[in-house]
């Protein structure tokens, strides 16, 4: 059974680059949405210090992501990524569940 998201290579490499960088540790990322923006819902991602009792865990390329359980359904089947251009760099969610987003690309709706 395929994964409830995946990560790419440059996402999982990133991912382990700030998880190095972290003062205090942490046992991955947690990712999730919230309300936010003119669509209804944002992608959200926290260091995850302890796994909460919903918390779907999923184990790709050496990196933990841990989905919020409210998230799971909005979620299942994205692809994580990290993008870096001249201009900016961050996390990517390609996510087939998307029926659309703002113009500004901020949130989303489903």
Request: hydrophobic share 40%; charged share 30%.
């Amino acid at each position: 059974m395929p994964n409830a998201i995946s990560i790419t290579d440059a996402a999982a490499d990133r991912v382990r680059a700030i998880m190095a960088k972290r003062d205090t540790p942490a046992i991955g990322l947690r990712v999730g949405i919230k309300t936010k923006g003119c669509s209804g819902l944002a992608y959200d991602i926290a260091y995850a210090e302890k796994k909460e009792p919903l918390d779907l865990v999923v184990e790709d390329k050496g990196v933990t992501i841990l989905l919020d359980a409210k998230a799971q359904m909005f979620l299942f089947g994205t692809e994580l990524d990290w993008k870096e251009d001249k201009l900016q760099s961050g996390f990517v969610f390609n996510n087939p569940n998307e029926k659309g987003r703002c113009g500004c690309g901020e949130s989303f709706h489903v």
